[in-house]
Structure formats: structure tokens, C-alpha cells
């Protein structure tokens, strides 16, 4: 440890400074006890004062090295040996004073010893993203990482195969820095290797066209493999190939198929190989064609007529059940608009429902949702995607308006239901009690050989009493069906509430009924049915034949613990808060509407809801709940019209003249609005992201922008703001990116709305680490050292033993001498103006008269004693 002064001549004050307090002693203004202390006191401040001018620094000498390991963790050395131990044995031979840090290292870098551990665990890795390697990021994380003025020195452990960022470019700065870099290169040897290399293919192109797609390979061994290429899925491609060692390409012309983007793969299939996941690669390309519509239904014939209207006027609609409707945001791009004919939220997966909601608003698509008894409330949207972009919302207000439902419950009570099945149905039903509400009616039929009527239709006010009915429900004889569903229909078939019914059976029937009559009876009265066959000996195919035929729902449940849930949720769909099946013509609220301007038709029924603030209504019902509205939703549009076009209470709307006017409407307006004409889009990809650049054919106005919003599958759409660039280009990176399909809008926007917007859409590969390597990563590794100063390393022992000069730190402690200086002034202030004589040290202290001075030392009367002492004999 030494001192050292960055000013030293300010150590020449001291010498004025003695003679100043030589001079000025205070021999004359302080006790003689006193003195010394006050001295003292102020010949330290003056030191500590002159100390600080000079700036001095305490200095220590550091001989040992601070390393840090750079330990490559990417997907392409994951077959080269465990290092583990060839860096324990580096650390045990490093000197006392040495230290090391290891970094895992592959995208990012993760910390997995620090200076103050011994050793390196075994098999230690981190949450480093493997599908890249950064070799530049992780000598920049290294030299962070450094203590303050040490001796310093990494060590790169890798293959060299940089995928990302340029280490030879900080390579120079940490040159600069004197920190050089040993290498410990690891060899890692390809194999039998095929790689898919490229996919060449058009950006754009027309139906029908033929166009060529160009397949880049490269093999490390010759073999024969099978090649595919699919265009949208379809397989348009499939050759026996023969592949030299070496890259090769092959041409294959392919004739356009499909609208709107299309994903593109190529497979390779070799006899001979190591990785599978470079043996494919895809692509995507946009072909343009007319506006395509996609109608998907919930039941078959259910969108037929929308279907033939709208191929009438021109319109390329495709329909299809809802099941086929496309699981992929990339595969619903390739519509402009999507018609939902009555289809239920349940039939369509979450994934699938979050796709239509980005596909209208952040694509910008048209999607509009037709009702029925199995949409909007009734088909549960409520609280899921679809109920987000739709302009309704399905909670109705002034529920007690509603007419109400009449429910009839026709449950089998037959031998074979006795015990655990019976006790469930009851609970069943009293779950659909519980869920009723008191404009509501509930009527009980229970049946073996013969029907029993426990309950006619009752209002539920009293729903104790209904429970004890319910509790006494017993089971006992034979299986007959017709007669009690027969009941059932009769009971409420002319009332003007909303009707279902639900029927349940472990069982077959037990005669021979033709229940088409029975059937006829219950859709001319608007009459829904749903069936539920409990256990394996039920008929499950008379039961799901039964629900069809009336439009309504099959259940197959193996348990009877299942009952009550599905008694909740078909009480839930049968309606109550939600159908009103009453005669109307609709009015027409907003002037811009043109149909039905000679005659409005009559509907007998819909599903009511409530519009959304920002909602359009277009046409309304006689209870003044909306028929026909609309909204903007992001960059798209939606519609909702809440009564039927199949018939089911649109008959006289199917005849209308105005049909296909309201369709075409519809259509027109939902269909994107711009084509991007005014806003070019591009994507370059590097590294672990994608560049996103749009050129604009005019430069953004005062309070314009243009905004970016990126979606994958199965994962939230990121929104990016794109910056200028100049020359009208705007852009913006999208880091993280993986392997798949992207598809992405760009809105340019004003305070007044979307100005102009584009779609695009990028396909990322498979991970640059499963590429065949083209050269050596040695090499850089090599050029890395050789800038740096650095030495290529083989034996462990070798890693501490690298020539260096002691580094000395100089530590500034003038800050502490005038905190010091600070403290003692306030002392010295004291002492001199408070200064009194310390007692000497094991004396102590004890009264005393004070000593008689001789006369020759008393003190002379003082003239003003005098004064007083006359001035007090006058007054006597």
C-alpha cells in the first residue's frame, strides 16, 4: 500500500502554514490549559485542508489476472465435448491472486460463475436462446464484467460459427482497451449432413400462372433422398433426387394455385443424414386475385341461400361447415370477408376464435356473424373473442322484458337407471332449476313403460315445492320414449315463450313410433330439443338422429357425473335471457340503409343483444333490440345482423327482393377499404430479428404515423411504431423472431383515421445454427486473437499463465480529508471561543479557599469602584 499526489506541490503549504500558526499561537486569547488543544485542533484542519489540494490516492498493487470464459452454449456445439472439466482444472491452477468469472453464451449471455465461486458445476447451462450464436454480445458482456483496474483477459471458448453481430468489429475496441482474447476453439465435425439451403420463389403472382421455385441443397456426403415442395398445404411436388456432396439446386415449375398468401415448403427426405430440422424450409408469396369470401356454416344447408346470393352478384364465396373453417391466421388472409351462418362459440377452439379477432383487427378483414338458436347468446359468445369485434354485446339489457322460457324436462326413470344415475338426473334438473328465472315456466315428465307427469308448466317462483317434486322421483320398469316426448310437445306448443326441451335415457326405445309427425309438430311451433344418451346402453344413434332432425344438440355422456353440467348449459342455450320468437318488421334507424325501402319483410324471431357504444344500427326490432348494426374493429370492419338467413324465422326475408341487396351491402362494406397503393412494405431479416420498412409514396403530414402490428400463430400480435429513415422510408425491427409464418399490417393514421394501410408477410427458417458450416470457424476465431493480442490455448494450464504487468489502483481519498476537515471546524470553533483548561489526568478536584495574595499583589482599586463607593455615602 503507498500514497500517491496528483498535486504534489501543494505539499509546499505546509510551510507557510507552520509559520502562520507559529505566529498566531493564541498565547494571549486562550488559558494557558487550553492552549495546546486549540492548537492542535487547528494545526490538523490546516493539514487535512492542504492534503486535499494535493489530491492524494491510496495505491495498490494487483498481481494477479481477473479472466472471464466465454463458453459457447448454441445449438451447433451441442455434440462437442463436455468442457466442464478442462475448466475446473484451468481454475485450480490459477495463482492466489488470480480470479475467473464464466459467461454461457449463445443469442444472449447468462452468468454461470462469478468471481467469488471456486469452481464451474457440472453440466451448467442457463436460459440462453441456443438458435443463434453472438460472439460479439458476449465479449461486450465480458468486458462489463471486469473489476476496476485489474488485469484483464478472456477467454473465448467456441467453435467460431457467428450468427449473429460482428466480433471482429469489437474485437478492435477491446484491442484499444488492452484486454486480449485467448481462444480455446472446438471442433465440432458436421457429419452425414443434407440441409434444405434456400427457397427461391416469386414475391407475387396470379392464379393460374406459371411460375418457377428454385430449391437450393447442400450435402456433406453423397446420397439419394425424396424431394417435395407444397404450395398452400397441397402437395404439388415429389421427385427421387441424387445428391452429390457439395450444394446443388433444382428448378421446378409450379402452376398458382390459391388466393391471397400462400405458404410454400420445400422437404427434403435423405437416406442419409443427421439433423431433421434443416431438412425443410418455407416460404411465403402473395397471389393476387378477386375478393374472396369464405361462409362457413353451423349446420349443413344453413348458408345456402347467403352462399347463391352472393355467387348471383359475382362474389367468389366459398362454403363450407364450420369445421373446415381455417385454423391459421395465414390461411384466413386468404379471405376478404368471413360469414358466420348461426355458429355456435363452442364449436370453434379459443385459437381459433383469437385468429378471426386479429384477422379483422389487425388484418383488416370484414367478418359479419349471422344469427340462429345456435349464435350470439345462444351460442355462448359471451366473454370470448367473438363477442370482442362483433358491435353487440350479448348481455341484454332489460331482461325482464323478455318473454321467458318454457322448458320441459323428459327424463328416463326406467330399472336400468336406478342407484347413482337416477340421483344425478335429479340434481341435473335441479341445476336447471337453479338457473331459471321467474318469468320462466319448468314442466317434469319422467317415463319407464308409461310417462308420469310430476310437474305441468309452472312459474318458478316457488322453487322450493319444485324441489321436493323433484326429490321424490324414484326409478322402476321398462324404456318407452315417444309417448312421454309426445307430452312434452303438447304442454307447450302454444305457448308464446321461448320452447325446449330436453331429453334424457340410458336406454333404447322400447316400441316400434314413427315420431315424424311428432317432429313436424315441434319445428312448425318453434320447438328446440336437445338429447343427452347417458352411459353405453343408451341409443346413441336414434338419440343423435332425434336432435338432428329438429336442429338441436346431441349429447353422448359416459358418466352421470356429467349430468348437471350439461343440464346448466342447456339451460343456458335454450334461451330465455336471449330468444324472442315474436312477429315483427323491422325499423329502419339510420337513413343510409337502402334495402327495404318499398316493403319491410316479417321475421318471426332473434337472438337479442345490446349494442356496443361505438356501434351502427342499422335496423332495430319491434322491442327496439338491434337487428342489423355495425363498426369499425381495429383495421376492419364487423357486422352483426341477429335474425336468420335460412329461413327459420326469415321466410318472407328468403322471398324479399331486397335479399341480396342487404348481402351485397353487407359485403361491400366489410371488405378491406384500401389496397396499399400509397405504402410499399418490405422485411429484411439479420440475425435474431426482422427489419420492417414501408416507403411512402408522400411524406408523413403534422400528427401522422404509421403503426405496425405483427402476428404469429400462438402468440399476442406485437404493435411497432416505424421511424423515419429518410427518402420516405419508414421502418422498424422485430427482435426474437422464430422459425414460421409472420403476417403483419401497416397503418398510416391521422387524427381523422386509417389513411392507407397494406398487409405483408414474411416466413422466418429454421435456426442458422442447423446450417451446414460454409467455412471454418477457426479462422475468426484465429483473426480474433491475433487483433486482441490474444493466444490460441490447448492445455488448461495454460490459461493463467500468460505474461502481464501488475496493475496499480489509485483509490482518491480527498473527499474523506474534507469530510474530516468539515467535522473538526465546528470543533475548533468551539475550543476557541468555549476553551477552558482539561483537567490533568488521576487528579481530582476538591474545594479550596482561595489563596491570599500578598498586598504587593492585590489589585488596585479600580476609579469606577471608587464612584460607587461615593456615590452610596451620599445617600446615607
Given at each position: 500500500?503507498?500514497?500517491?499526489?496528483q498535486n504534489?506541490?501543494?505539499?509546499?503549504l505546509?510551510?507557510?502554514?507552520?509559520?502562520?500558526?507559529?505566529r498566531?499561537?493564541?498565547r494571549r486569547?486562550?488559558?494557558k490549559?487550553?492552549?495546546?488543544?486549540?492548537l492542535a485542533?487547528?494545526s490538523l484542519?490546516?493539514?487535512?485542508?492542504?492534503?486535499?489540494?494535493?489530491?492524494?490516492g491510496?495505491?495498490?498493487?494487483?498481481?494477479?489476472?481477473?479472466i472471464?470464459?466465454l463458453?459457447?452454449?448454441?445449438?451447433?456445439?451441442?455434440?462437442?465435448?463436455e468442457?466442464?472439466g478442462?475448466?475446473?482444472e484451468s481454475l485450480?491452477?490459477?495463482?492466489p491472486?488470480?480470479?475467473?468469472?464464466?459467461?454461457?453464451?449463445?443469442?444472449?449471455s447468462?452468468l454461470?460463475?462469478?468471481f467469488?465461486?471456486?469452481?464451474?458445476?457440472?453440466?451448467?447451462?442457463?436460459?440462453?436462446?441456443p438458435?443463434?450464436t453472438?460472439?460479439?454480445?458476449?465479449?461486450?458482456?465480458?468486458?462489463?464484467?471486469?473489476?476496476a483496474?485489474?488485469?484483464?483477459r478472456?477467454?473465448?471458448?467456441s467453435d467460431?460459427?457467428?450468427?449473429?453481430?460482428?466480433?471482429?468489429?469489437?474485437?478492435?475496441?477491446l484491442a484499444?482497451?488492452n484486454?486480449?482474447?485467448d481462444?480455446l476453439?472446438?471442433?465440432?465435425?458436421p457429419g452425414?449432413?443434407v440441409?434444405?439451403?434456400?427457397?427461391?420463389?416469386p414475391?407475387?403472382?396470379?392464379?393460374?400462372q406459371q411460375?418457377?421455385v428454385?430449391?437450393?441443397?447442400q450435402?456433406?456426403?453423397?446420397?439419394?433422398?425424396?424431394?417435395?415442395?407444397?404450395?398452400?398445404?397441397?402437395?404439388?411436388y415429389?421427385?427421387?433426387?441424387?445428391l452429390?456432396?457439395?450444394?446443388?439446386?433444382f428448378?421446378?415449375?409450379?402452376?398458382v394455385s390459391?388466393e391471397?398468401f400462400?405458404p410454400?415448403?420445400?422437404?427434403?427426405?435423405p437416406?442419409?443424414?443427421?439433423?431433421?430440422?434443416?431438412?425443410?424450409?418455407?416460404?411465403?408469396?402473395f397471389?393476387?386475385?378477386?375478393?374472396?369470401v369464405?361462409?362457413?356454416e353451423?349446420?349443413?344447408?344453413?348458408?345456402?341461400?347467403?352462399h347463391?346470393?352472393?355467387?348471383?352478384?359475382g362474389?367468389?364465396?366459398?362454403?363450407?361447415?364450420?369445421?373446415?373453417?381455417?385454423?391459421?391466421?395465414a390461411g384466413?388472409?386468404?379471405?376478404?370477408?368471413i360469414?358466420?351462418v348461426?355458429?355456435?362459440?363452442?364449436?370453434?377452439?379459443e385459437?381459433?376464435?383469437?385468429?378471426l379477432?386479429?384477422?379483422v383487427?389487425?388484418l383488416?378483414?370484414?367478418?359479419?356473424a349471422?344469427?340462429g338458436?345456435n349464435?350470439?347468446?345462444?351460442?355462448l359468445?359471451?366473454?370470448t373473442?367473438?363477442?370482442?369485434l362483433?358491435?353487440?354485446k350479448?348481455?341484454?339489457?332489460?331482461?325482464e322484458?323478455?318473454?321467458?322460457?318454457?322448458?320441459?324436462?323428459?327424463?328416463?326413470?326406467?330399472g336400468s337407471m336406478s342407484g347413482e344415475?337416477?340421483?344425478?338426473?335429479?340434481?341435473?334438473a335441479?341445476?336447471?332449476?337453479?338457473m331459471?328465472?321467474?318469468?320462466?315456466r319448468?314442466a317434469?315428465?319422467?317415463f319407464?313403460d308409461?310417462?308420469?307427469?310430476?310437474?305441468?308448466?309452472?312459474?318458478?317462483?316457488?322453487k322450493?315445492?319444485?324441489?321436493?317434486?323433484?326429490?321424490?322421483?324414484?326409478?322402476?320398469g321398462?324404456?318407452?320414449?315417444h309417448?312421454?316426448?309426445e307430452?312434452?310437445?303438447?304442454?307447450?306448443a302454444?305457448?308464446?315463450?321461448?320452447?325446449?326441451i330436453?331429453?334424457?335415457?340410458d336406454?333404447q326405445?322400447?316400441?316400434t313410433?314413427s315420431?315424424t309427425?311428432?317432429i313436424?309438430?315441434?319445428i312448425n311451433?318453434?320447438?328446440?330439443?336437445?338429447t343427452?344418451g347417458?352411459g353405453?346402453?343408451?341409443d346413441?344413434s336414434?338419440?343423435?338422429?332425434?336432435?338432428d332432425?329438429?336442429?338441436?344438440?346431441?349429447?353422448n355422456?359416459?358418466r352421470?357425473?356429467?349430468?348437471?353440467?350439461?343440464?346448466?348449459q342447456?339451460?343456458?342455450?335454450?334461451?330465455?335471457d336471449?330468444l324472442v320468437?315474436?312477429?315483427?318488421?323491422?325499423?329502419?334507424v339510420?337513413s343510409?340503409f337502402?334495402a327495404f325501402?318499398?316493403?319491410?319483410?316479417?321475421?318471426?324471431g332473434y337472438?337479442a343483444?345490446?349494442?356496443?357504444?361505438?356501434?351502427?344500427?342499422l335496423?332495430?326490432?319491434h322491442?327496439?333490440?338491434?337487428l342489423?348494426s355495425?363498426w369499425?374493429?381495429?383495421?376492419g370492419?364487423a357486422?352483426?345482423?341477429?335474425?336468420d338467413?335460412?329461413?327459420?324465422?326469415s321466410?318472407?326475408f328468403?322471398?324479399?327482393?331486397?335479399?341480396?341487396?342487404?348481402?351485397?351491402?353487407s359485403?361491400?362494406?366489410?371488405?378491406?377499404?384500401?389496397?396499399g397503393?400509397?405504402?410499399?412494405?418490405?422485411?429484411?431479416l439479420?440475425?435474431?430479428?426482422?427489419e420492417?420498412?414501408?416507403?411512402?409514396g408522400?411524406p408523413?403530414?403534422?400528427?401522422?404515423?404509421?403503426?405496425?402490428?405483427v402476428?404469429?400463430?400462438?402468440?399476442?400480435?406485437?404493435?411497432?411504431?416505424?421511424k423515419?429513415?429518410?427518402d420516405?422510408?419508414?421502418?422498424t425491427?422485430?427482435e426474437?423472431?422464430?422459425?414460421?409464418i409472420?403476417l403483419?399490417?401497416a397503418?398510416r393514421t391521422?387524427?381523422?383515421?386509417?389513411i392507407?394501410?397494406?398487409i405483408?408477410?414474411?416466413?422466418?427458417p429454421?435456426?442458422?445454427?442447423?446450417?451446414?458450416?460454409?467455412?471454418?470457424?477457426?479462422e475468426?476465431?484465429?483473426e480474433?486473437?491475433?487483433?486482441?493480442?490474444?493466444?490460441?490455448?490447448k492445455n488448461p494450464?495454460?490459461?493463467?499463465?500468460?505474461?502481464?504487468?501488475?496493475?496499480?489502483?489509485?483509490?482518491?481519498?480527498?473527499?474523506?480529508?474534507?469530510l474530516?476537515?468539515?467535522?473538526?471546524?465546528?470543533?475548533?470553533?468551539a475550543?476557541?471561543r468555549?476553551?477552558?483548561a482539561?483537567p490533568?489526568?488521576?487528579?481530582k478536584?476538591?474545594?479550596?479557599?482561595?489563596?491570599?495574595?500578598?498586598e504587593?499583589?492585590?489589585?488596585?482599586e479600580s476609579?469606577?469602584?471608587?464612584?460607587?463607593?461615593?456615590?452610596?455615602?451620599?445617600?446615607?
Amino acid at each position: 500500500m503507498a500514497i500517491s499526489f496528483q498535486n504534489p506541490w501543494m505539499l509546499l503549504l505546509l510551510l507557510p502554514a507552520a509559520l502562520l500558526l507559529g505566529r498566531y499561537s493564541g498565547r494571549r486569547r486562550y488559558l494557558k490549559e487550553a492552549r495546546p488543544l486549540v492548537l492542535a485542533c487547528r494545526s490538523l484542519l490546516f493539514c487535512l485542508l492542504i492534503l486535499a489540494l494535493a489530491q492524494p490516492g491510496l495505491v495498490k498493487t494487483f498481481k494477479g489476472q481477473s479472466i472471464v470464459y466465454l463458453l459457447d452454449q448454441s445449438r451447433s456445439v451441442e455434440s462437442a465435448p463436455e468442457l466442464t472439466g478442462w475448466i475446473n482444472e484451468s481454475l485450480a491452477s490459477a495463482g492466489p491472486a488470480d480470479q475467473g468469472a464464466i459467461l454461457g453464451f449463445a443469442q444472449n449471455s447468462r452468468l454461470l460463475k462469478p468471481f467469488t465461486m471456486e469452481r464451474l458445476a457440472t453440466g451448467s447451462s442457463t436460459d440462453v436462446n441456443p438458435d443463434f450464436t453472438a460472439i460479439e454480445g458476449a465479449l461486450k458482456a465480458a468486458s462489463s464484467l471486469f473489476p476496476a483496474a485489474s488485469n484483464r483477459r478472456i477467454l473465448l471458448i467456441s467453435d467460431g460459427q457467428e450468427t449473429d453481430g460482428d466480433s471482429l468489429n469489437f474485437a478492435r475496441t477491446l484491442a484499444v482497451q488492452n484486454i486480449p482474447v485467448d481462444i480455446l476453439p472446438i471442433e465440432v465435425e458436421p457429419g452425414e449432413e443434407v440441409a434444405v439451403l434456400d427457397l427461391i420463389l416469386p414475391r407475387q403472382c396470379h392464379p393460374e400462372q406459371q411460375v418457377l421455385v428454385e430449391i437450393a441443397l447442400q450435402s456433406t456426403v453423397g446420397t439419394r433422398a425424396e424431394l417435395s415442395l407444397f404450395w398452400g398445404g397441397a402437395l404439388v411436388y415429389q421427385e427421387p433426387v441424387s445428391l452429390a456432396a457439395g450444394r446443388q439446386s433444382f428448378t421446378i415449375p409450379v402452376t398458382v394455385s390459391g388466393e391471397g398468401f400462400q405458404p410454400v415448403q420445400a422437404v427434403i427426405e435423405p437416406e442419409e443424414d443427421t439433423w431433421l430440422q434443416n431438412n425443410q424450409m418455407r416460404g411465403l408469396t402473395f397471389v393476387e386475385a378477386p375478393p374472396r369470401v369464405l361462409i362457413a356454416e353451423g349446420a349443413g344447408g344453413k348458408g345456402t341461400a347467403l352462399h347463391q346470393s352472393l355467387l348471383a352478384g359475382g362474389t367468389a364465396a366459398e362454403l363450407i361447415p364450420c369445421e373446415q373453417l381455417p385454423s391459421s391466421l395465414a390461411g384466413l388472409a386468404n379471405y376478404q370477408a368471413i360469414y358466420l351462418v348461426d355458429v355456435p362459440a363452442y364449436r370453434l377452439p379459443e385459437q381459433q376464435q383469437e385468429n378471426l379477432e386479429s384477422f379483422v383487427k389487425t388484418l383488416g378483414g370484414g367478418l359479419v356473424a349471422i344469427g340462429g338458436k345456435n349464435s350470439f347468446g345462444l351460442g355462448l359468445y359471451q366473454d370470448t373473442p367473438l363477442e370482442n369485434l362483433l358491435p353487440v354485446k350479448m348481455e341484454v339489457e332489460e331482461q325482464e322484458e323478455m318473454p321467458g322460457l318454457d322448458l320441459v324436462l323428459v327424463i328416463d326413470r326406467s330399472g336400468s337407471m336406478s342407484g347413482e344415475k337416477i340421483n344425478m338426473a335429479k340434481n341435473a334438473a335441479l341445476t336447471s332449476l337453479d338457473m331459471l328465472k321467474e318469468r320462466d315456466r319448468l314442466a317434469i315428465i319422467t317415463f319407464n313403460d308409461q310417462y308420469q307427469l310430476h310437474l305441468p308448466p309452472t312459474a318458478v317462483t316457488a322453487k322450493e315445492e319444485i324441489e321436493e317434486l323433484i326429490a321424490q322421483i324414484s326409478a322402476g320398469g321398462g324404456t318407452i320414449i315417444h309417448p312421454a316426448l309426445e307430452e312434452a310437445v303438447d304442454l307447450i306448443a302454444d305457448s308464446s315463450k321461448s320452447k325446449h326441451i330436453i331429453l334424457l335415457s340410458d336406454g333404447q326405445e322400447g316400441a316400434t313410433f314413427s315420431y315424424t309427425t311428432l317432429i313436424n309438430k315441434m319445428i312448425n311451433n318453434n320447438i328446440s330439443l336437445s338429447t343427452i344418451g347417458l352411459g353405453g346402453d343408451a341409443d346413441q344413434s336414434f338419440m343423435q338422429r332425434l336432435a338432428d332432425r329438429v336442429d338441436g344438440r346431441y349429447y353422448n355422456v359416459p358418466r352421470s357425473a356429467d349430468l348437471p353440467g350439461i343440464f346448466l348449459q342447456e339451460t343456458t342455450l335454450a334461451g330465455g335471457d336471449y330468444l324472442v320468437e315474436e312477429e315483427f318488421r323491422p325499423t329502419v334507424v339510420d337513413s343510409s340503409f337502402r334495402a327495404f325501402a318499398t316493403a319491410k319483410p316479417l321475421f318471426t324471431g332473434y337472438v337479442a343483444s345490446t349494442p356496443k357504444p361505438l356501434a351502427e344500427v342499422l335496423l332495430a326490432t319491434h322491442r327496439e333490440h338491434p337487428l342489423l348494426s355495425r363498426w369499425q374493429y381495429g383495421l376492419g370492419r364487423a357486422i352483426a345482423f341477429n335474425s336468420d338467413s335460412f329461413g327459420l324465422w326469415s321466410s318472407e326475408f328468403l322471398s324479399h327482393p331486397d335479399f341480396s341487396t342487404l348481402w351485397a351491402d353487407s359485403l361491400s362494406w366489410v371488405v378491406p377499404q384500401f389496397t396499399g397503393g400509397d405504402l410499399a412494405l418490405d422485411v429484411r431479416l439479420s440475425g435474431g430479428g426482422a427489419e420492417i420498412s414501408a416507403l411512402a409514396g408522400e411524406p408523413l403530414g403534422e400528427g401522422e404515423s404509421i403503426q405496425v402490428t405483427v402476428m404469429k400463430e400462438d402468440q399476442e400480435p406485437q404493435e411497432l411504431a416505424l421511424k423515419p429513415e429518410g427518402d420516405n422510408r419508414y421502418s422498424t425491427r422485430l427482435e426474437g423472431v422464430t422459425e414460421g409464418i409472420y403476417l403483419f399490417s401497416a397503418a398510416r393514421t391521422a387524427n381523422k383515421g386509417t389513411i392507407d394501410q397494406a398487409i405483408g408477410g414474411f416466413a422466418i427458417p429454421y435456426s442458422p445454427e442447423f446450417q451446414i458450416p460454409s467455412t471454418s470457424g477457426r479462422e475468426l476465431l484465429e483473426e480474433i486473437a491475433t487483433l486482441t493480442g490474444g493466444r490460441i490455448l490447448k492445455n488448461p494450464r495454460e490459461v493463467f499463465s500468460a505474461p502481464f504487468k501488475p496493475v496499480r489502483r489509485t483509490t482518491d481519498i480527498t473527499f474523506w480529508l474534507l469530510l474530516a476537515a468539515a467535522l473538526l471546524w465546528p470543533a475548533d470553533i468551539a475550543l476557541r471561543r468555549f476553551g477552558l483548561a482539561l483537567p490533568a489526568p488521576g487528579l481530582k478536584s476538591k474545594p479550596s479557599t482561595p489563596p491570599v495574595q500578598p498586598e504587593s499583589e492585590q489589585p488596585k482599586e479600580s476609579t469606577l469602584d471608587r464612584l460607587l463607593e461615593a456615590k452610596k455615602r451620599e445617600r446615607m
